[in-house]
């Protein structure tokens, strides 16, 4: 899915919500870089959105105990 050209992300929360909720379909998945990844735009789009800094202090703990 490309994010971000379509009428329902009119605002920066809106888009950050969806890359939260793309972070979460791919940290299910097993892709957890990429997950990583989306939770980092979420959290640079919308620094106030909690559970995206949660969602990343977390899933970097399970990336650096991986190793």
């Known amino acids: 899915m490309h994010i971000g050209h379509n009428e329902d992300d009119i605002d920066h929360e809106s888009l950050a919500m969806r890359h ?3 972070g979460i379909a791919k940290e299910a998945a097993g ?4 997950a990583f ?5 979420a959290n640079v ?4 959105l909690e559970v995206a ?4 202090k977390e899933l970097k ?6 190793r």
Do not use: A, F
């Open 20 to 22: 939260l909720g793309e």
């Open 31 to 34: 892709k957890l870089h990429e």
């Open 37 to 41: 990844n989306e939770y980092m735009v």
């Open 45 to 48: 789009l919308d620094p106030q």
């Open 53 to 56: 800094q949660i969602k990343l």
């Open 61 to 66: 703990q399970k990336l650096v105990s991986d």
